[in-house]
T-cell receptor, first 115, second 110 residues
């Protein structure tokens, strides 16, 4: 079965410092991987995705993620964090089973950026 | 451009009362539609998906049901709410390699 793990419930960084939000996955074939961000009481906003090609994927708001097949990871990164980046971040993998394009989500990681 | 609407935004209901949450999509036809629930500390759980009018698939057993009376309308219902039904409900529609989410409905069952 396909799954996604986000090992950290919360990540704390100071503004201006680099940030990393970790994600590992387990799939039977080639993974389709996604990152979404959720602000309080809002829906999910798409940040970036990896389907194929370059292992370093650039997305919205200055975020990027690196696909590492050997480590089965897809960590989200940003060189310099902003206070406004504070939110809940979800990693997801596409479910290739009956649900077609449905996504399987990790539990989420709360990012807190302090000024 | 495509837009997805959900209402109501927030809802407080007593245990045992019925539920109806509505989701509509604009700017696309014959979308795949999804209902997810986000419970505190548990991430998102797929509840139902639909590939067309009247076609509903359930991912987990529960006292909720879904219907798709029109191409771009997806409704989540319950005859009798439980305390455990509290959560944040998200509707989504999908392209082959991306999903787009609505603003969500915060349901509190008391």
């Amino acid at each position: 079965a396909q799954s996604v793990a986000q090992p950290e419930d919360q990540v704390n960084v100071a503004e201006g410092n680099p940030l990393t939000v970790k994600c590992t996955y387990s799939v039977s074939g080639n993974p389709y991987l996604f990152w979404y961000v959720q602000y309080p009481n809002r829906g999910l906003q798409f940040l970036l995705k990896y389907i194929t090609g370059d292992n370093l994927v650039k997305g919205s708001y200055g975020f990027e993620a690196e696909f590492n097949k050997s480590q089965t990871s897809f960590h989200l990164k940003k060189p310099s964090a902003l206070v406004s980046d504070s939110a809940l971040y979800f990693c997801a993998v596409r479910d290739m089973g009956q649900a077609g394009t449905a996504l399987i989500f990790g539990k989420g990681t709360t990012l807190s950026v302090s000024s | 451009s495509q837009t997805i609407h959900q209402w109501p935004a927030t809802l407080v209901q007593p245990v045992g009362s019925p539920l109806s949450l509505e989701c509509t999509v604009e700017g696309t036809s014959n979308p795949n539609l999804y209902w997810y629930r986000q419970a505190a500390g548990r991430g998102l759980q797929l509840l139902f998906y639909s590939v067309g009018i009247g076609q509903i698939s359930s991912e987990v057993p529960q006292n909720l049901s879904a219907s798709r009376p029109q191409d771009r309308q997806f409704i989540l219902s319950s005859k009798k709410l439980l305390l455990s039904d509290s959560g944040f409900y998200l509707c989504a529609w999908a392209l082959p390699n991306e999903q787009f989410f609505g603003p969500g409905t915060r349901l509190t069952v008391l």
